[in-house]
């Protein structure tokens, strides 16, 4: 079926960019920081996409961009499942008041818009990548808990956990040799979404000119292109790259986060008669 | 019954609310960073200490934390939300003008994207499988994987800037002056950002309509109707819908609620100052009476829509109407 | 999977592919066209500003005009059309009447009298008289308002007469009249206004009540009009009135300059000001020298508070590099006053001390102790390795001037051994205490504020101001500062000058790099007379705008 197929290009596009990620010292033809050309030079031999406007290789910068503004991704993601799939499981196992308790603070938290509360965080520590991870990660893992929970409610009074309880295991023990097993593919599912999400909005952070202005990521080659010329002059080599190659690992991590949640909730694939 | 569900709903709210502004209140106040400063550095090198001294004795910043923090508390309980240090104008006026703009552009596409996501999700759900869904599931995954600043950027660039078919921001154009507030001319400044913002919203709601409705198909009680051999158009439109309306109900009540959120990025590109501008600027500024309200403001919003949200979800599911908490 | 099934797939996806291909072919339609710079179609279907209106780009929501004037700096950049203050000055460091038309100083520079214009009215019509002058120092410093700051040195103001103002001040200062015309600068208010209103900090003005060229017109959402003052009492404006656009992005500025919808833009880059020459009703005016950047070293920290190291580090900044990279940037060869407007103040025998010599800087930190290991990285004299700790941020951070100068600063760094590490802030405040804890600092001010002997106080330690950024104290400094405020004898002051720039070029507390030029694009086809920029350097100058004269169309 479709999905098969959809899942292998996901899979693929997405470990192309991490391969670029990782080679990218190879595969950049300048350092991407050092200034090799004149300012919104148009492409040539010497500069494939041309260069910004401190005179920085623009390719270069579009393959290094990779590594952090996947990592910025990858990480709040893994943050905020590791959050999410912890609380979810203690709170969803555990149930009554310190259910109630910690669905309570969240429900308080979630009040509170998100974006301009992230924006006041990172005020309090040094600006960085892993800074603005963190705190996605963190303020993001809300959503996560709630699912994970009420998949792990269902899950609690199964007869091999009642069997489990039985034989003396204690609670640590079937929460995570039990449970977490059997909630992994849907914590799967979730972090590849969260990775799409957390992804777009560290770049548009970036984009806002909130992110770390010492590494160089999509959002801040976008944000430039917008604002030093390169729109006002349609320098379209310098804007569009990272915008696609945002768009594009995008797209993948959708068709991941896709195909495998077809393949793991079944009640997605349709019932006819 | 019903009396006592919403009664407990609204103290539970209450109770959140003040608890979420109290934690607001904190964390602003520990902002690094202090508006007067900044302002007088602006200004110059020369730092007074006195005209820093006064504008804290003015404000209550030389108080101790906790001694603000009941003064904020009666001031909020009186009505006064306390004026912004950048524009010296009281705060709730002030952000609900920033609003109105706001809304011009996030409310027809918030209603439009809810309506298009359920309706196209409805039908994307209903056949699924199908050519046809299958083509519009695949465009909607597209249109979701592209950022709504990518959007924007786009349409400003073909549209506005290699077509010219539509302004490249602003409210309006400079007849303002001359001729007041045309609405026409507004609606025309609006398009693309409102087109863009559809957009982006019509994705998040088209996947959740589609995902809700396969699950309802997959229910019992539509097999039930069918042996029962009532029509599709009727299965559809008496039991499907219904049902798989309900979490999209809840999920587009929060959408309504996150409109400092929603639109920042739209905003930013198509130099539309509403409230997310205001937003930002006011942390860069460090303006803590306009943070306050935002937050405020806000809060209040998403725990109103919380209560809508939860009022309407038993109107809609009988099966709920009979007061459980779940 | 077989091919048939491939196909069969492909042929489902067939409107994705179609979607995706018109998406990308939109996108390098829209490159290939930008690629021409098109001329655009300029007006069907945007509005025209009736008259002859100036038409002027603000980039944020409080850039247009506070309802709270007093409050805040003449209510920019709106009210500095609209209110004026008791003098101003240009360029070149003249002082020009504003609401005064003459002054003169007690020879302890502790009096300054002011003669006030006969003929200045209110925008209400009501006669300006020194009671308004009195009164704007009372009402400031009654009500406590910031602005009042600027009057701080003032002890007394009298009034002899309707057209006299007599101000005492505390502590003699033989450039006074600089606070009042630009650092930062203060307006009269009227009297027969501001006495009733008890509450300035609150109150929501809507009339603007002014002596300036222009006055108040309306104010809607994105926009501020002001119109001519027809009874002003000085040279009035030809232009009918100036409209205060609000676009928040630099680019769509550029494109609205290139759709006429706007009709000047400043702070452009050289390379965008190049392509918009190519536009023949686009004219670039270069304001030469507004803003000087300077390498502050702060003292107090090892190892930048060894003199030897100072010495050394001020032979290692690449000024043609820097210059090159900037585009529109000279090199500041002197120890801290700008030559373009300081003029003769400049010692000159200061100047060219810091060149850019990489092998003398080695040898230099050789010969203080400090050695390169094996690895290359610089060690100093107690065996550890050199690590500098720069913060950015501040005024420099504007077009990231201080990145671009930080980037050819640390590949020299890097050569001779030595470490950096960067952090910036986005806020002031936070910024200037970072730089208390770092070693280097990238410093911009507008070159106003390196005109005279009496900016030098910039590293001073005073008892007004017991601290300066770079930790710099030296006596003799100090008590020179103290001198050139109280002498007006200008041959005198010069030569205090003379000294305290030699005593800096043996500190060496700071290594000046370069001054900018801000390129201002205006339309050739609305108005001439933008040259006057080059003796008042900011397009929202009333004195800029009340020379345009509007293009006839013949």
Known sequence: MNKGVVFWIGCFVFLFYGAVAVCAPILAPYDPYAITGPPLKHPDSEHPLGTNATGQDILSQLIYGTRVTLLVGFCAAAISCCIGTLLGIETGYYGRIFDEVVMRIIDIVMTIPLFPLLLVLTLFFTPGIFTTAVLMGVLGSTRGIRVIRSQVISIRHATFIEGARAIGEKDHQIMYRHILPNILPLVTVKFVSSMQHYLLLGVGLSFLGLGDPMVIDWGQMIEQAYSSGGFALGLWWWLLPPGLAVVGISLALALLGYSSEEIINPRLLVNRL | ?326 | MNTLGLLQKCRTNVPVFLFIAFIIALCVFSGCINEQTPELPATHNIAQPSGTDVVIPVDLPSDLISSNVITKKKGVPAGSMIYEGLVTKNRNGTYEPALAQSWEVSDDAKTWTFHLIHNATWHDGVPVTSADVKFTYDYLKENNLTMGFVLSDVSSVTCPDDYTAVFQLKNAYSVWPDRLAQSPGIGVYPKHFFENITDPKTYKDTEFIGTGPFRFDKSEPGYVRVARNEEYHGEKPEVSGVILKLITNKDSQVLALKNGEIDVIRDITPAVAENLLQDPDIGICIVPGTNGYEMGLNMNQYPTNLSSFRQAMSHTVDRSTICDILGNAHPTETTYLLPEVAGEYVNPAETGMYNYNLTMARDELLQAGFFQDEKGTLCGPDKNPVELIMPLGGKASTGTVDEKIVTVLRNNWETLGITVKIAKYDDESQYRKAIDKGHVFIDAMPSILHDDPDDLVNFAVTPLKNKNYYNFNNAEFNSLTDSVRNTINKEERKQIGYRMQEILSEDIPTVPICNIDNYVAYRKDRFTGWEKLLEYSEIDNPTVLSSLRPVTTS
Not at chain 2, 147 to 154: E, L, Q, V
Request: aromatic share 14%; with cysteine.
């Open chain 2, 1 to 326: 019954m019903w009396g006592l569900y919403i009664g407990r709903r609204l103290i539970y709210s209450g109770i959140a609310f003040f608890i979420s502004i109290t934690i607001t209140f904190f964390i602003l106040h520990l902002m690094p960073g202090d508006y007067i400063t900044n302002y007088l550095l602006s200004l110059g090198t020369v730092l007074p200490q006195e005209t820093i001294d006064e504008f804290h004795r003015q404000f209550g910043l030389n108080l101790p934390l906790t001694d603000q923090y009941l003064l904020y508390m009666e001031n909020i309980l009186l009505g006064q939300w306390g004026y912004s240090y950048q524009y010296s104008v009281p705060v709730l006026p002030l952000i609900l003008d920033k609003l109105f703009w706001t809304l011009i552009i996030l409310l027809p596409a918030t209603i439009m994207g809810i309506l298009y996501g359920m309706v196209l999700g409805a039908y994307s759900g209903w056949n699924a499988r199908s050519k046809r869904d299958l083509s519009l599931f695949n465009v909607m995954i597209i249109v979701r994987a592209i950022p709504s600043y990518w959007w924007a950027i786009m349409a400003i660039l073909i549209f506005g800037y290699s077509l010219s078919l539509f302004p490249i921001g602003g409210y309006t154009s400079i007849s303002i002056l001359y001729s007041g507030i045309d609405p026409v001319d507004v609606l025309y400044h609006a398009f693309l950002p409102i087109a863009v913002l559809t957009l982006t919203i019509t994705a998040g709601n088209y996947y959740l309509m589609r995902n809700s409705m396969i699950s309802v198909i997959g229910e019992d009680y539509i097999t039930t109707a069918r042996t029962k051999g009532l029509s599709e158009n009727s299965i559809l439109w008496h039991h499907a819908l219904k049902n798989a309306m309900l979490p999209v109900v809840t999920v587009a009540a929060l959408q309504c609620a996150s409109i400092v959120t929603g639109s920042i990025f739209v905003e930013t590109v198509f130099s539309w100052p509403g409230l997310g501008l205001l937003t930002t600027e006011a942390i860069r500024a460090r303006d803590l009476p306009l943070l306050e309200g935002i937050f405020l403001l806000d809060t209040f919003v998403v725990i109103v829509a919380n209560i809508v949200a939860d009022l309407l979800y038993p109107l809609i599911d009988p099966r709920v109407r009979a007061g459980g908490d779940e």
